[in-house]
């Protein structure tokens, strides 16, 4: 078996920024499922079904093992590490809570009117 290359950050995130390939994903967090099972509950054909699944195998979100007549889809967390690492570093910053920056405006300017 080749090594597998590590996709880069750009491709994971071209892969997540779908909606569809993110629904597949979240089905797969279940367990393995058969191509046929993640096409079922999609209102699309088994070819672009199979586009996306491709596009996921690329950044090495997936991967697809024949098993007889059936190809399944496992899901490979550890390819998203890179993204999640990536992602955290902003988590450095709180949260805006706009209601209690509101409310600390209001008092700042009543006190400056009652000055």
């Known amino acids: 078996m080749a090594p597998r290359v590590k996709p880069s950050l750009d491709t994971v995130f071209a892969a997540l920024a779908d909606p569809t390939r993110r629904a597949i994903l979240a089905m797969l967090l279940e367990d393995d499922m058969a191509v046929t099972d993640v096409a079922d509950p999609f209102e699309m054909s088994l070819a672009a079904i199979s586009k996306h699944l491709t596009i996921l195998a690329s950044a090495g979100l997936i991967t697809q093992e024949k098993r007889g007549r059936v190809k399944w889809c496992k899901l490979e967390?550890?390819?998203?590490?890179?993204?999640?690492?990536?992602?955290?570093?902003?988590?450095?910053?709180?949260?805006?809570?706009?209601?209690?920056?509101?409310?600390?405006?209001?008092?700042?300017?009543r006190m400056e009117e009652e000055e």
Request: glycine share 12%.
């Open 77 to 109: 967390p550890d390819a998203m590490k890179g993204a999640s690492v990536w992602m955290q570093g902003f988590g450095q910053f709180e949260p805006v809570n706009l209601d209690a920056f509101e409310r600390f405006l209001g008092e700042e300017l």
